[in-house]
């Protein structure tokens, strides 16, 4: 099983990136997909959840309507479109695929790509 995050960098407030999470060696659409961030000195924080079947999305308070998460069950790939970043939006973002129906109870994570926000 392997989650390889990438598309992480430094860019300037009010920028935008794209994250994408690379996945291999499970039944990628049984999966809910996860996006969480941590900061130094924070706990890890829920940004973005899609659902296996329904899409159904759930954004944290700080990031509403600013970021998308998104999957391409053709690829095994997960997104996180993130616009108009802001300096409290450095973290390290990790990707997490969680289990449905048969598989419920797998859990897999990435390594966690880092994303700086800063002028």
Not at 38 to 57: I, N, S
Not at 77 to 105: H, I, W
Request: charged share 25%; net charge neutral; with cysteine.
């Amino acid at each position: 099983v392997q989650l390889v995050e990438s598309g992480g960098g430094l860019v300037q407030p009010g920028g935008s990136l794209r994250l994408s999470c690379a996945t291999s060696g499970f039944a990628f659409r049984w999966f809910d997909l996860y996006w969480y961030r941590q900061a130094p000195g924070k706990e890890r924080e829920l940004v973005a959840r899609l659902t296996a079947f329904d899409d159904t999305t759930f954004y944290g308070d700080s990031v509403k309507g600013r970021f998308t998460i998104s999957r391409d069950n053709g690829e095994n790939t997960a997104y996180l479109e993130m616009k108009y970043l802001k300096p409290e939006d450095t973290a390290v973002y990790l990707c997490s695929a969680q289990g449905v129906r048969y598989y419920r109870g797998r859990d897999y994570w990435g390594q966690g790509t880092q994303v700086t926000v800063s002028s």
